[in-house]
């Protein structure tokens, strides 16, 4: 862990390892541009892993009889609506599973709502909208399905959503330092988001906009610190009982595991969980990667195994390989040996030498060092992506797509890249070309033919644009 967070640009890294014998916790950096440590005490921002500590805060509800899973939402909030009339049908169980049919709109944190109505406001704002699918039939991910049982749990019970979750689930949990409600925890140690402000030199930045707003607290309200979560972890693992008390009831716990949707052969879903089963093992896991934070949390239930990684930063660090190495090292499995990314290497070099062809340089002296480097088409195609995407620099993102094409001549990707920039640089002819080449190399996956269909379609608006402005002329 240590030398994942000197390798990779993280201001603060986080881990919690919980197994039969305990916890065992691994934290590192700064939770902010004042150099606060980064701790097992630091609260943090843990995004759509809320969804968990919701369900939990339903469960409890169901045990003490006050609701049903298949209790239709307009029982108890008889303002829910959605366009048509099957909305009516709606049960606390498809909302828990993401099979309402309730539309996806993206979080806004910016400017955050504190009105003591905030989670009713998000439950209507929808009424107007028509469902996706018939309830039950499918899944589609959409954080207001938590936001209205957040509102929900405030109208069974008659508190705020906040105010009960503290009070009947975080705090008999020992959270002391953990809330849905930003404001509770002004006076603890709280990490703040930062990104990537130059995407050369990696340089780190604290982020102006924090994400919170109490229309989301359900699905995105949770702060929690490490030490905290790793309580409740212990909880699930332990098929509801925390120091011998029993918290969630058995069959609620079983109601918490079950696959509720098949995705495909191996991949399920559950409540709030991604499901799946590899190598005669079950993986559950929730996680996050937006907003200025990455947080993952995987685990194995039978194995009563589960580890949470998190940090005070978005973007391409990707919190679940951290949690799948660990389960590995668990398991008996061989150690992650962590590699310097070519990316990060490539684009230092390229800002501290201003050159591509000192980046080319440097990297044809390392790639035969696979022991200490990570190389492949993606690390190499990744200072390309930055320099079109983040940078605005095309001509520059083309240079490096044809030397990465020159080391990796098999890939539809790097073609694909090309085919993309040169849109951006409306050369349609050479996007054609790049476009055919991908196409040639007979590319299987269906996200590259998904890629594919998406740059002819672009291509094509590009074709009939040139052709009417080209009629348009005098």
């Avoid at 000197?6 to 890294?13: A, D, N």
């Avoid at 705090?171 to 988001?193: E, N, T």
């Avoid at 200072?383 to 990465?404: K, S």
Wanted: proline share 5%; aromatic share 10%; hydrophobic share 40%.
């Amino acid at each position: 862990m240590n030398k994942i967070h000197h390798t990779y640009p993280i201001p603060g890294l986080a881990v919690a390892l919980v197994d039969a014998q305990g916890v065992n916790f691994f934290y590192e950096g700064v939770a902010d541009n004042k150099r606060t440590s980064f701790t097992d005490t630091t609260v943090f921002y843990s995004g759509n892993i809320s969804e968990l500590l919701v369900a939990t805060t339903i469960l409890r509800l169901v045990d003490a009889d006050k609701i049903s899973l298949d209790d239709p939402i307009i029982k108890h909030l008889p303002y829910f609506k959605l366009g048509g009339n099957t909305y009516r049908g709606v049960t606390i169980r498809h909302m828990l599973t993401h099979a309402s049919g309730i539309p996806h709109h993206d979080v806004i944190f910016d400017p955050p709502s504190y009105d003591d109505h905030a989670l009713e406001t998000t439950t209507r704002s929808i009424e107007h909208q028509q469902p996706d699918f018939p309830f039950g039939t499918k899944i589609k991910r959409s954080p207001y399905n938590y936001d209205i049982l957040a509102d929900l749990v405030a109208k069974v019970t008659g508190d705020s959503f906040e105010s009960y979750a503290r009070k009947n689930v975080l705090i008999p949990l020992g959270m002391k330092h953990s809330s849905f409600s930003v404001r509770d925890l002004s006076s603890h140690k709280l990490a703040q988001p930062f990104h990537i402000s130059n995407w050369l030199s990696y340089d780190l930045k604290q982020s102006d906009m924090y994400p919170y707003s109490r229309e989301h607290a359900g699905s995105r309200g949770l702060h929690t610190t490490l030490h905290d979560i790793s309580r409740w972890l212990k909880m699930i693992l332990n098929n509801g009982v925390l120091e011998k008390k029993q918290f969630l009831q058995e069959k609620s716990i079983r109601e918490f595991f079950k696959r509720a949707y098949q995705i495909d052969a191996n991949h399920f879903t559950g409540m709030g969980w991604e499901i799946e089963h590899a190598e005669e093992k079950t993986f559950f896991s929730k996680g996050e990667n937006a907003y200025g934070f990455t947080s993952n949390l995987t685990i194995l239930p039978e194995e009563r195994v589960g580890v949470i990684t998190i940090s005070n930063i978005s973007g391409d660090f990707e919190a679940n390989f951290v949690n799948q190495a660990i389960l590995n090292l668990t398991l008996n499995r061989l150690l992650l040996q962590v590699k310097i990314p070519v990316s990060i290497q490539f684009s230092k070099t390229v800002a501290a030498t201003g050159s591509l062809d000192s980046a080319f340089a440097w990297y044809e002296i390392i790639e035969t060092q696979r022991d200490v480097y990570a190389i492949s088409e993606e690390e190499l195609s990744q200072p390309g992506v930055n320099l079109l995407y983040r940078l605005n620099r095309p001509a520059d993102a083309i240079r490096v797509f044809e030397f990465c094409l020159e080391h990796f001549p098999d890939s539809p990707n790097v073609y694909l890249n090309i085919a993309e920039a040169q849109l951006i640089q409306q050369d349609l002819q050479k996007a054609a070309q790049a476009l055919a080449k991908a196409k040639d190399l007979n590319p299987k996956h269906p996200d590259l033919l998904a890629r594919i269909a998406f740059v002819e379609e672009r291509l094509k608006v590009g074709e009939e644009n040139a052709l009417l402005s080209s009629r348009a002329r005098p």
